[in-house]
């Protein structure tokens, strides 16, 4: 009987499959290349950070959660705007007919932009001051203006501003003999207007120093000795936006001039640094003198405040060259991203409850971790677990005599890294040391051009990148002279080596001795230390080469598998789905009837859910307490189950322009536990997960009527330690 309803089922999926041909689709300028089944990159993106908003608006969250989503939210929109508005800008103003994968020309693009983020603006500065900021004062955090304090805590405020901030202030005048100042990116600003009672009115600009707190805090018990800006002792805390205490100082800028106003603004820049690689002699110097001239960028943003009369803000406009598109007014705090200083604040009521990530007893502190990983594939999952292992695993490499080499990837590894202490140990050790030091990393080429100095110095091989493209894999190959022979040892990761974003971001990493993916990392630094023209790979997907096509050859394989027996099904977990090869592979795969679950954190340009093109295909993300960052690709391929994890997401950038490498997950242990206990957990989450609509919208899943709740990174918190890997 079963047999016969086995025969049945594949009957009729044979049957679905010839009734929906792909052939018609395949056509490059067929019904796929409809614009209208793409979501824009751009408009993604900011769904994506209107989650993060939401998340501030969250009134289950611990208050100064809270806090911290509204200033993630203010920092990711000044990256946005940095990187992706500049470059829409530029190709507006070049008149450009470039297109968007949804179809539309960069002035649409900014259009649309401006559109959805307004009403984003209006809803964040809502959350700050109807919201956040009343109820941080019932709990003892008070963020006042400088006009409704007392006058004693003026007092106190007017002295410290007259001992501490006014040597440092810089005010510049804008008259036919003052030409009007270059004023930086993301800096905080004064227009300042003063009349002298002969000459009348004149304009001066002021930058607020980043030498201080954005909040100035006023002690409790005040004198002079007290700690202005400490944020760590107990008990209630007043604090003031410091614009506002050197607005209300200014007579002492302006001696015999009376001050008519103070109105504080914000510029973002053109940070996207061009960097000609191929035609620069010196790579290190060209980044630095690119850097530079990150600070010069034209500007792609103003905020004023609603405070600022026309005529100032037409000459602000006027001179530092701004599209009035591009100028945003409000009534709130700027620069939201500083109100992280207040998570500073020591009140661990008012925050998520503190965690120590689990060390694995088996990787414990004098283990001989090579041994260990000569037993068998180890995982850890950060920041559940401790990112310590991996710290150790490069020390003891370091001081092991039978190590011959260590090679590394360094992307984002943070100031003070253990990391570099270790490889530079390994240099004093006499051991052969490389490191490729990726000097593009945007936001973290000056830290990444301090640490290859100091690893040159020690005689570490450094190496700056490829020319053209930057390393974004993240490997570590320890070359080991053992009984047998030369042993490879290779920690290959999600994410970058960096123990402070390893609390924060969820990353998996393997150990591994497989001989042959040690010999595929061995050839891959090859390539990247020196010369080589390899694409292929023996266990690896490395990209640029052959990762996509070997994605593409996998989704077609299920594709042949579902129409055989029916059960083809594809997981894809990863930050961003914008390659529209991929998309169509992806649609096809779905027109086949292939069930697809794809849970996509930020950008995805592929819509689920459309009759006939994507209906077997669900996405979902999820936005919590720590940013979702590992990349899984799972193919059931009919129980033979593969598996890859890695580095790169599914962008042409990283496909076509990056160093990227998808690993495979061997050890069928392994691959079971990061399926059922990671994969899968998520896949069920019904509380921190949104569910992505045809028409591009995200709605948030809620559990129905007597369904288990499942927060997924609560249940990967509360199980931390007792999985029994």
């Not at 000459?199 to 100035?216: I, N």
């Not at 960052?629 to 997401?649: P, Q, T, V, W």
């Not at 950038?653 to 079971?672: G, T």
Request: aromatic residues 8%; proline residues 5%.
């Amino acid at each position: 009987m079963k047999k016969e309803k086995k025969l049945k089922t594949e009957k009729s999926c044979k049957t679905a499959a010839r009734k929906k041909p792909r052939a018609q689709h395949r056509n490059g300028n067929g019904l796929l290349d409809d614009p209208k089944l793409y979501i824009n990159r751009e408009l993604s993106w900011l769904k994506f950070n209107s989650k993060v908003l939401e998340e501030a608006l969250d009134t289950s969250q611990p208050l100064l959660e809270r806090v911290k989503f509204l200033s993630i939210f203010g920092s990711n929109l000044d990256e946005f705007f940095m990187i992706r508005v500049s470059g829409l800008r530029d190709l507006f103003a070049s008149n450009s007919q470039e297109r968007s994968i949804d179809g539309k020309l960069p002035g649409e693009q900014l259009q649309e932009i401006r559109k959805m983020l307004l009403p984003l603006l209006e809803s964040r500065d809502k959350c700050w001051e109807d919201d956040l900021k009343p109820k941080l004062a019932s709990q003892g955090i008070s963020v006042l203006s400088y006009e409704s304090l007392k006058k004693s805590d003026k007092d106190y405020l007017r002295n410290y501003f007259k001992r501490e901030i006014f040597p440092v202030l810089t005010p510049l005048a804008f008259d036919p003999t003052h030409p009007f100042p270059h004023i930086s990116s993301l800096s905080l600003n004064l227009a300042v207007s003063v009349q002298e009672q002969k000459k009348g009115e004149h304009f001066a600009w002021l930058k607020v120093p980043d030498l201080f707190p954005r909040f100035a805090e006023i002690p409790e018990t005040k004198n002079e000795d007290a700690e202005f800006e400490s944020l760590t002792r107990p008990g209630l805390h007043t604090l003031v936006p410091i614009e506002e205490v050197i607005a209300a100082n200014l007579d002492m800028l302006f001696p015999g001039l009376k001050v008519t106003g103070a109105y504080p603004f914000r510029i973002t820049r053109d940070a996207d640094i061009e960097i000609e690689d191929d035609e620069a002699s010196d790579l290190l110097t060209t980044v630095e003198e690119g850097l530079d001239a990150r600070h010069f960028g034209i500007a792609v943003k103003l905020e004023v405040n609603d405070t600022m009369p026309s005529k100032i803000k037409d000459v602000l406009i006027r001179n530092i060259k701004v599209e009035p598109y591009l100028v945003f007014v409000t009534s709130s705090l700027m620069g939201t991203r500083d109100l992280m200083q207040l998570t500073k604040i020591s009140r661990p009521d008012l925050k998520d409850h503190y965690y120590v990530p689990y060390h694995p007893r088996s990787l414990s502190s004098g283990t001989d971790i090579f041994s260990r990983i000569r037993s068998r594939d180890i995982i850890l999952y950060h920041p559940y677990e401790s990112f310590t292992p991996v710290v150790d695993f490069i020390r003891q490499a370091a001081k092991d005599p039978q190590v011959l080499a260590i090679k590394l990837t360094l992307y984002r590894t943070g100031i003070n890294s253990p990391i570099y202490d270790a490889l530079m140990d390994a240099r004093e050790e006499g051991k052969q040391v490389a490191a490729l030091v990726e000097l593009k990393a945007r936001f973290d080429e000056e830290t990444n051009i301090q640490w290859a100095r100091a690893l040159e110095k020690e005689g570490v091989h450094v190496v700056y990148g490829i020319v053209g493209m930057k390393v974004h894999a993240k490997l570590c190959l320890v070359v080991r002279r053992e009984k047998n022979g030369i042993v490879r040892y290779v920690h290959m990761s999600t994410g970058n080596y960096n123990t402070v974003t390893s609390r924060i971001y969820t990353d998996i990493g393997l150990f591994t001795c497989n001989p042959v993916i040690g010999e595929d990392v061995s050839d891959l630094f090859n390539s990247l230390t020196g010369y080589s023209t390899k694409s292929d790979y023996r266990r690896l997907l490395v990209a640029p080469g052959s990762m996509r096509k070997e994605i593409l050859k996998r989704i077609e394989r299920e594709i042949e598998r579902h129409q055989k027996k029916c059960d083809g099904y594809i997981a894809f977990k990863m930050n961003s789905l914008v390659d529209k090869k991929i998309i169509h592979a992806l649609y096809h795969a779905s027109q086949a009837g292939v069930k697809i679950d794809l849970q996509i954190r930020g950008i995805c340009c592929l819509k689920p859910g459309i009759p006939g093109i994507s209906e077997n295909i669900t996405v979902t993300s999820i936005v919590g307490r720590f940013l979702e960052h590992a990349r899984i690709l799972y193919f059931r391929n009919g129980g033979k189950d593969e598996m890859f994890l890695g580095s790169a997401d599914m962008m042409p950038r990283n496909l076509d322009r990056r160093v990227e490498i998808m690993f495979p997950i061997i050890d069928e242990r392994v691959k079971s536990f990061i399926y059922e206990k990671i994969l899968l957990v998520h896949l069920k989450d019904n509380v921190k997960a949104r569910l992505l609509t045809p028409e591009g919208e995200y709605v948030r899943i809620v559990a129905a009527d007597g369904e288990e709740l499942i927060n997924s990174q609560q249940i990967l918190l509360d199980k931390r330690g007792a999985w029994g890997k």
